[in-house]
T-cell receptor, first 117, second 114 residues
Framework: KQEVTQIPAALSVPEGENLVLNCSFT??????LQWFRQDPGKGLTSLLL?????REQTSGRLNASLDKSSGRSTLYIAASQPGDSATYLC????????????????FGKGTHLIIQP | DVKVTQSSRYLVKRTGEKVFLECVQD?????MFWYRQDPGLGLRLIYF???????EKGDIPEGYSVSREKKERFSLILESASTNQTSMYLC?????????????FGPGTRLLVL
């Protein structure tokens, strides 16, 4: 069954720093990988989607990479700001060839990010 | 902008009650999903639907059922609520196809079962 792991579980950095969040998954048979942001008590906001055939996607200060063969993705945040404080979730959409489990997204447990002013 | 709305932000119900959670999307999306989110366990897929009147079980369907009579509306039903169903419930939708599309999430319903 697909498993998604995010490291670190929590991160606190001063404003202005560049930072990297890590995501790993156990089964490379995926359609895509998505990064989401979740603010406390709220729903999820999609940040970036990387198709299985792509290596990276960029949106503003965010850059996400995908290495499907090694089962890894990173989310790079440049010039961090206090407004970036949130929980960041990584999720993969497995194919019918994935090892067990249902369709839809499999989520990691998230990285709780705090940007200190 | 895609908008996914959920009927309630907070609900308090008693054990044994039948509970309906409603989700509506306004972008003519084919796919709709229900997840629950619990501390330490993350988000887990309960049920999903790729078309009207169609439903498929996710990873944790026990104790739940769903209804999709219209394309824009996907309802999650707790037939007899139990305390272990206290959770945050999140609905999502995506355009079409199996994979390949961004999922858009609603604001969530926080359910407390007493």
């Amino acid at each position: 069954k697909q498993e998604v792991t995010q490291i670190p579980a929590a991160l606190s950095v001063p404003e202005g720093e560049n930072l990297v969040l890590n995501c790993s998954f156990t089964d490379s048979a995926i359609y895509n990988l998505q990064w989401f942001r979740q603010d406390p008590g709220k729903g999820l906001t999609s940040l970036l989607l990387i198709q299985s055939s792509q290596r990276e996607q960029t949106s503003g200060r965010l850059n996400a990479s995908l290495d499907k063969s090694s089962g890894r993705s990173t989310l790079y945040i440049a010039a961090s700001q206090p407004g970036d404080s949130a929980t960041y979730l990584c999720a993969v959409w497995g194919t019918e060839y994935s090892g067990g489990g249902a369709d839809g997204l499999t989520f990691g447990k998230g990285t709780h990010l705090i940007i200190q002013p | 902008d895609v908008k996914v709305t959920q009927s309630s932000r907070y609900l308090v119900k008693r054990t044994g009650e039948k509970v309906f959670l409603e989700c509506v999307q306004d972008m003519d999306h084919e796919n709709m999903f229900w997840y629950r989110q619990d501390p330490g366990l993350g988000l887990r897929l309960i049920y999903f639907s790729y078309d009207v009147k169609m439903k498929e079980k996710g990873d944790i369907p026990e104790g739940y059922s769903v209804s999709r009579e219209k394309k824009e509306r996907f309802s999650l039903i707790l037939e007899s609520a139990s305390t272990n169903q206290t959770s945050m419930y999140l609905c999502a939708s995506s355009l079409l196809g199996r994979g390949g599309e961004t999922q858009y999430f609603g604001p969530g319903t926080r359910l407390l079962v007493l």
